[in-house]
């Protein structure tokens, strides 16, 4: 499995982005998606999970109710929508998948909030 994370850049504090992160490969038997970021001096934590089924989608106390994950199963990929972003949200973000018992992470990129 490859993913390929997309939608990164600078943007202002309280303004909006939205993440993408694509699969290719050997793709069958994902059970879900996750985002995770990691800040500047900061372990990686993680954002939101939405799993492969019933769409069931988890986050993080310090993003719920400001983004969102979603996917799209005719593009296998999972996007991010990201929304009153705060300056703590600046960090290098990462998209995985849980495929049977094997993790699969993508390169991150990097998300950065100014005041």
């Known amino acids: 499995v490859q993913l390929q994370a997309s939608g990164g850049g600078l943007v202002q504090a309280g303004g909006s982005m939205r993440l993408s992160c694509a699969a290719s490969?050997?793709?069958?038997?994902?059970?879900?998606w996750e985002w995770y970021r990691q800040g500047p001096g900061k372990q990686r934590e993680w954002v939101a999970t939405?799993?492969?089924?019933?769409?069931?989608?988890t986050y993080a106390d310090s993003v719920r109710g400001r983004f969102t994950i979603s996917r799209d199963n005719a593009k296998n990929t999972v996007y991010l929508q990201m929304n009153s972003l705060e300056l703590e949200d600046t960090a290098v973000y990462y998209c995985?998948?849980?495929?049977?018992?094997?993790?699969?992470w993508g390169r991150g990129t990097q998300v950065t909030v100014s005041s």
């Open positions: 995985n998948v849980h495929r049977m018992s094997t993790i699969y």
């Open positions: 490969g050997s793709i069958g038997g994902i059970n879900a």
């Open positions: 939405i799993t492969a089924g019933t769409s069931t989608t």
